[in-house]
Each structure stands twice: as C-alpha cells, then as structure tokens.
C-alpha cells in the first residue's frame, strides 16, 4: 500500500470515536501475534511436537499492517507484538519498519515486543532504529539445565547473549518468569538480585489454565503471587506502586535496590476491572478476553475489501461491543477453573 493512502486511510479513521467495550473501558492497548511458530517448547505454552498453521492462514505482512493501522486510528496507543517467537517471522523487520511510522506521526505512543530472547542478537539494532525501545524476554530460570527442560529446546547462553545484544543497542529489559511451584521457587531471591545487578525490570506471571495439558498439571504447577510477595517482603522493605505501563501488571519497588518488581496474577487477583487490551492472532482472530474462548474473525473482513477498511472497522466495533467483563480463571477448588483449551502461543502471550 503507498504510503501517502496508508496516511489518508488512518487520517479518516481518527476522525471516529474511540473504542469503548461495554464497561466503559477505552481499548488502548493492542497485541498482535504474527506467528504461532517458536524455537523453543516451553511446557506452559505448547506441546513438544507441535502442528503449526499453514501459511494461507496466516496474515501477510500487508494485512498486520492494515490491521494495526486500523486499530490505532480507533485510539490504540500501544502496540505489542507476540507470538509464538515474533523474531522467526521471515522478513519481520519489515513489518517493524513499517510500524515506526505510527511513532514517528505521534499516532502511536510505544512499539514493543514480548520475545523469548533467542533471536535479539541479530535483532538488537534493527528494533531500536525502528523505534522501539522496551522488549520483555520470558526467562524463568538462570540454570541451565532447568532452562533446557523448562524450553525443551532452548539453549540459556544464546538468550543471555540476546539480552547482551540488547542492552548494547539502548533496549530497555524488563524479564518476564512464570513462577512455578517446585522449579524455579528457590531462585526468588537470585532472579531478582541477578535483574538489580543488570538494571532490568523483573515481573513474575502465575501460570494459567491454557492448552490441553492435563488440569493437575496446572495445579501442579501454580505458584501464588501472594506467595512469592510475601517471601519477598520477608526480606526487603515492598512499596506499592501507582504506576501501569498498560498491561495488567501491578509493582512494588524495593526500596534496598531500588529496582521495579511487577506481579501479573490473574489467578490470585484478578485484574480485570481495568483491562485495556485485546489480542489479535496470526490468522486475524480477535480475542477480547485471554481467559474467555469468545472470538471474532477478522480475517475475512480484511480480505474481503483491500480497498476499503470499513468492513474492518465495523468488524472491531462489533467485537469490542462484546468485550466481557472478566475472565474465570480459579484454582481455589483444586480444579482449573476457567481453564481454556487453546495453547497460549496461538493467541500470542
């Protein structure tokens, strides 16, 4: 699409009220997945031997493009890009490139991505020149033995040389780890003294009820943040924090280090009363809700008219006006309350 109609296309578009769902919350926050695919097996995303989406299913390049364009012309102000691993995506930066002149118009607030580390040694530079200047890189655990087996095909050095990388090319980290009952509960204090040490944010993500991994496994595995807050407290002075960055995670700042650390708990406290977000897979499904299996097609609407966007605006209208309240994620009744049966690679982290 030439550039100068990509720019009258958004031009019309923010020209019409903002989305709204029917909770009176302003959608804000958009996170696209641009593939299922990924390097790396870890066990609370996706199984071992996985069938992966052919590509005919798959937005092209062109059509994430359109699609973001559109959502940010409806008031997203925020746009995170996900996956399976983004960075395996062929001809990625392209699409990045193309982003950055959402940024560059003042259309756009941040640019970022959620990435399991492996590619940022090649990427490092080439994100930042495209403008975006936070990443956070799942990490769960700093052995490497526990990494191999957490990932099944991850290798730990080839993410710390990602997280160097980055760094290196001016990348904010912030270290997402999923807290896992009896893996990686005594490296607590580690991971967060090892994140102080390297100016990085940290923030903890309780396991949730997705994929079709058996239901005791998911209870086997869930670690309550209330749990890891508590044992942090016991050894340093916690300060709740005001401050969001547009996701669902809530911060404490220790006052000793100094440092951030986050707490995404969408098991032992709910954060839906202030979500702002929506989620949009690699073959254009929008999920209003991560812990919901309500979904709309947005695929068909965009194919149906390149030339024309309104099909694809009214489609996400329609969709937001169906944006549920909350979700049911619970575990208090040793059952995975809520539970999902799509892996969370499919709909993008």
């Not at 550039?3 to 578009?13: E, T, V």
């Not at 299913?57 to 997203?76: P, Y």
């Not at 005001?242 to 006052?255: D, F, H, N, S």
């Not at 489609?315 to 208090?332: C, L, M, Q, T, V």
């Amino acid at each position: 699409m030439p550039a100068a109609q990509a720019a009258l296309r958004l031009c019309d578009m923010m020209q019409q009220p903002p989305l709204i769902d029917p909770f009176a919350r302003a959608i804000t926050y958009l996170r696209v997945s641009v593939t299922d695919r990924c390097d790396f097996r870890c066990v609370y995303c996706m199984k071992e031997n996985m069938t992966f989406l052919p590509k005919r299913d798959l937005l092209t390049l062109e059509e994430l493009d359109r699609l973001c364009t559109a959502f940010i012309g409806l008031g997203v102000r925020k746009l995170r890009i996900t996956g399976g691993e983004p960075l395996v995506r062929r001809d990625i930066m392209t699409f990045f490139d193309a982003m950055g002149r959402h940024l560059d118009s003042g259309a756009l607030d941040e640019l970022t991505l959620t990435t399991n580390g492996s590619q940022l040694a090649k990427y490092a530079d080439a994100l930042y020149a495209a403008g975006v200047r936070r990443v956070n890189v799942s990490l769960d655990t700093l052995d490497p033995e526990k990494f191999a087996r957490v990932t099944r095909w991850g290798r730990l050095e080839q993410v710390l040389a990602g997280l160097d990388a980055a760094q290196a090319a001016g990348l904010r980290i912030k270290i997402n780890a999923v807290a896992l009952k009896g893996f990686n509960e005594d490296e607590l204090f580690d991971l967060v003294a090892w994140c102080a040490d390297r100016d990085m944010d940290l923030t903890f993500i309780e396991v949730m009820p997705m994929g079709d991994l058996g239901n005791e496994q998911r209870i086997d595995q869930y670690w309550s943040l209330k749990d890891v807050r508590a044992q942090l407290a016991e050894r340093y002075a916690l300060l709740d924090l005001a401050e969001r960055t547009g996701g669902p995670a809530r911060y404490v700042k220790l006052t000793e280090t100094g440092q951030k650390i986050g707490f995404i708990t969408p098991l032992s406290h709910n954060f839906c009363e202030s979500c702002n977000r929506v989620r949009v897979t690699c073959t254009g499904e929008i999920y209003t809700c991560l812990g919901q299996e309500d979904r709309a097609d947005l695929r068909a609407p965009l194919r149906a008219a390149p030339d024309d966007d309104a099909p694809l605006v009214a489609a996400i209208r329609e969709a937001i006006a169906a944006k549920p309240k909350g979700h049911d994620f619970d575990y208090s009744r040793q059952r995975a309350d809520g539970q999902v049966s799509r892996h969370m690679s499919h709909t993008g982290g």
